[in-house]
Each structure stands twice: as structure tokens, then as C-alpha cells.
């Protein structure tokens, strides 16, 4: 019974004590709650405290950023600056700590202190703190964005390439920066990209068909497709990385598209006068840049330049070149035909060309005009006596007007070209004699200048219609 009664009391006194604990556990914790709640809202005057918050700050790689900290109340206490994201001290009070000579630390009076870093570097993006050593500790952070140009990483990005004609390429550009660059292809010659639509894979990867390309002025992505390649694609391929910080920067890519040479000879007969001068054309298209030359087709012998002879090579586009070959005072033997061959790596191509002799231009000749009857009278210039006859011709009389238009139309007649008196012209290298003139001169001749006449217009005709 007694054992029990001291069991129970004792139940008792410990049921008791949790209770005191308990209540001396909530009392303290009330307490404490209290004091921070009184902490927060009654400040001391005495204790330091930021009056303005820090700015993010965004700058481009190269130049100098500050952070700036303004404190109220610092006293005694003093300043320090931290990398927050890497938890590193880099400086207390005025004194750097981390041994960096881009990093500076100022103040101006006792208020606002400076965090200075001079040729900024990528790695210099990250979270930066300014702290107070006061109790409790208190601090603030700002962000530094680091922003850097475009530039590309050539061990990445295409350099000029050849490609054989029907082949497939795909030219790459990649380039880094921050933000990250976008990539832009377009022809330096402003024509039209036949490529494929996409350009953000290479051709390694799985594409629907060429059907794909479109002609288009620029193409957007790392890669630039091209399916099946013609010798029109050849050309200078300019590719722009921009990512809104300047400068945008631009790399040149030279796409070649290798193919046998094609001649052309736009006139195969070309006619020169015995002693004059003559030029033979051919037009070649090829790539690479072929050997050029002319030879003689019937003596297969290579054509040098020299005082007779002259060979220009003109290059028309990246492709296509003219060859031309002059030759001075044609002599007749070389009356001939003549060959002229372009070769490249892969092939050779020739094309021919004759030339023949055609008549030199006659001095003197029966030109027929289109002047109406009613056209101006013109007396016969001194000039023309070697026609008209000299003082001794009766040619040259003033008499028998009629008599000489008859033979002139006489003679037009008998070729039977049915042309009136008043559309006979003899003409000279210097002057032009219409019949009018004659008739105006009302001149006259007798029987042996009717032969002579007769003869000399004959002449005329005849010449004129070898020439026609």
C-alpha cells in the first residue's frame, strides 16, 4: 500500500516538472521573438545601414565597370567587398586582399564606397557583395553582365572549298559571343543563294531532296546547303555573326566548282582583206582557270606572241574568259584555219575557227540615191576632174546636156535595173557627183568622148555589183 501512495506522488512530481520546463521553454521563446520583433522595428541610430540598393550593371568585355555601396552610420566598422557567386573576399576597408591588379577599391568620405574592376573579362560575369561588419552583419549584391562581340572560331568554320560540279557541300560558320551571335549567309554579288531552306544542320543530316532549294538573298543558321552544285554557284559566300553588340564580324568563303572546259566560237568564218588586219574569237567557259593558247590547225603550231601575232586572255566572270587572237597585215598564207584550246585539271576543249579573204573595198563605184528630182542644184566641185575629165576631155565641156544623161541611163538600162537619170550618182572617196549636177553643167562631148564615157561607167557598174 505504502509502495503504491509513493509511486503515484512520485508520477506526480514528474508530470510537474515537464509542465515548469515547458513553461520556461515557451517564456524564453516568447522573450527572444520579442527582442527580434523590437530589433526590427525600433532601429538604433548608432548602427550602420545601406541607403540606397546596388545596381545590376551590364558592361562589354574590355572596359572598366564600378559597383558603388552607400552606408549611413558606418562608425567604426568597415567595408568589404566579396565574389558572392564564389565565395571569395576580394577587398576590406581600402586594402585589396585578392591579389589583382585590375581590381581598385575608393570612397568617397565616409558614405560611398567604390568596387572598380578595369579591362573587364568574361569571367568576370557573375554576383558581387558589399558587406558591413557590424552584428548582426548585414550586406547587398548586384549582378555584373559581361557582354562580348561576335567573333567566330576559325578551327570550326569553312574555309574556300572546291567541289566538283553535281556535288553536294555544305559550308559551316560558328561563332561565339554574348549574347549568343546569330549567323547569316548571303552571295558578296548580292544574286540570289540557291541552297536549302534550312541551314541549322549539316548535310550529314537527313534532308526531304533538293527539291528543297530556293532562291533566296540570305539564309539564316550555322550551314550553308547546297545539293547538287552548278558552276553558277561559284562565287564569293559572305558569312555575317551579329549579336547586337558591336561590331558584327564577316568571314569571306570562296565556293569553287570544278568543270571541263566548254569553247565557243561565235563566228566560225571570219573574213579579212589580203594586207589588212583581222581578230578571232572564242569565248571559254571553265573552272579551275585553264591554260589558254591558239595554234594554227593544219601545222598544229603553238601561236607566241611576237610582232605578227598577239593573243589576249579576258576574263569575263569567275568562269568564263574571252580568248582573242590578232593578227596584223594578213598575208595569204595565213588564210587558214585556226584552233584555240583551253585545259584544266580535268579536261580540254578546242574550238575552230576560218579565216578566209574577202575584197578590199573599191575606191570607186556607182552609188544609186534615194534624192528626189527636187533636190538642190550643185555646180561640179573642182575636186572631182579625175572622173569629170581635165581640160583636154571633151568630158568636161559645157555642151551636149542631154546627150550624157542618155548614156548614163543607157548604161543603168542595160543592166536592167530600170533607174531614172535623176538617181545616178558617181561617187569618189572625196566628193559625190549627182547626174543632176552633170546635167546642170550642160556639158557635151563628142564621139570619142562618148567611148571614153562609156568606158569608165561600165567600169563602175561592174565594180558595183561584184560589191553587192
Given at each position: ?86 565565395h571569395t573576399l576580394l577587398a576590406l ?183 589588212g588586219d583581222a581578230s578571232i574569237i572564242c ?186
Amino acid at each position: 500500500m505504502w509502495i503504491h501512495q509513493t509511486g503515484q506522488l512520485f508520477i506526480q512530481l514528474f508530470i510537474n516538472i515537464q509542465h515548469l520546463l515547458l513553461f520556461q521553454y515557451i517564456h524564453f521563446s516568447l522573450a527572444k521573438e520579442i527582442n527580434l520583433i523590437n530589433e526590427k522595428f525600433t532601429k538604433d541610430d548608432n548602427e550602420p545601414y545601406f541607403t540606397e540598393a546596388m545596381s545590376n550593371v551590364t558592361v562589354q568585355v574590355g572596359r572598366p565597370v564600378k559597383f558603388q555601396c552607400i552606408v549611413a552610420n558606418l562608425g567604426n566598422h568597415q567595408v568589404a567587398w566579396f565574389r558572392k557567386d564564389k565565395h571569395t573576399l576580394l577587398a576590406l576597408g581600402n586594402e585589396v586582399i585578392l591579389k589583382n591588379n585590375r581590381i581598385l577599391v575608393s570612397n568617397h568620405t565616409d558614405k560611398i564606397f567604390y568596387l572598380t574592376i578595369f579591362a573587364v573579362r568574361e569571367e568576370d560575369r557573375g554576383e558581387y557583395m558589399c558587406q558591413i561588419n557590424s552584428s548582426p552583419q548585414i550586406d547587398q549584391s548586384a549582378f555584373l553582365k559581361v557582354t562580348v562581340p561576335p567573333h567566330f572560331i576559325e578551327e570550326l568554320t569553312s574555309s574556300d572549298t572546291d567541289v566538283n560540279e553535281g556535288d553536294s557541300v555544305s559550308l559551316r560558320c560558328i561563332a561565339k559571343g554574348f549574347p549568343a551571335p546569330t549567323i547569316e549567309w548571303r552571295r558578296e554579288d548580292k544574286e540570289a543563294i540557291d541552297a536549302l531552306s534550312s541551314s541549322s544542320l549539316p548535310l550529314s543530316s537527313p534532308f526531304s531532296s533538293a527539291s528543297d532549294n530556293k532562291n533566296v538573298t540570305t539564309i539564316q543558321g550555322e550551314y550553308l546547303n547546297i545539293v547538287r552544285v552548278k558552276r553558277q554557284h561559284i562565287g564569293v559566300y559572305l558569312c555575317i555573326a551579329s549579336n547586337g553588340i558591336p561590331n558584327s564580324v564577316s568571314k569571306r568563303i570562296f565556293l569553287g566548282v570544278k568543270f571541263s572546259p566548254l569553247v565557243w566560237t561565235p563566228n566560225q568564218r571570219v573574213g579579212s582583206p589580203l594586207n589588212g588586219d583581222a581578230s578571232i574569237i572564242c569565248t571559254v567557259d571553265a573552272y579551275p582557270k585553264p591554260d589558254c593558247y591558239w595554234m594554227k590547225t593544219s601545222t598544229r603550231q603553238i601561236i607566241l606572241d611576237n610582232s605578227k601575232y598577239s593573243t589576249i586572255l579576258t576574263p569575263i566572270s569567275t568562269y568564263k574568259y574571252e580568248m582573242r587572237l590578232n593578227i596584223k597585215t594578213v598575208e595569204i598564207g595565213e588564210f587558214t584555219s585556226y584552233t584555240c584550246i583551253a585545259k584544266n585539271i580535268l579536261s580540254e576543249a578546242s574550238g575552230t575557227i576560218v579565216l578566209y579573204e574577202i575584197p578590199r573595198p573599191s575606191t570607186q563605184r556607182t552609188v544609186i540615191n534615194n534624192i528626189p528630182n527636187h533636190s538642190p542644184v550643185k555646180e561640179v566641185s573642182k575636186s572631182r576632174k579625175n572622173y569629170l575629165g581635165t581640160s583636154k576631155n571633151p568630158l568636161n565641156s559645157e555642151d551636149n546636156v542631154k546627150d550624157k544623161l542618155n548614156i548614163a541611163s543607157f548604161l543603168t538600162n542595160s543592166y536592167k535595173n530600170d533607174i531614172s537619170p535623176d538617181q545616178i550618182t558617181l561617187q569618189t572617196e572625196e566628193k559625190v557627183t549627182p547626174a543632176d549636177d552633170l546635167i546642170d553643167s550642160g556639158t557635151n562631148f563628142n564621139s570619142h568622148s562618148f567611148s571614153n564615157s562609156i568606158w569608165l561607167i561600165s567600169i563602175n557598174i561592174i565594180l558595183r555589183h561584184i560589191i553587192t
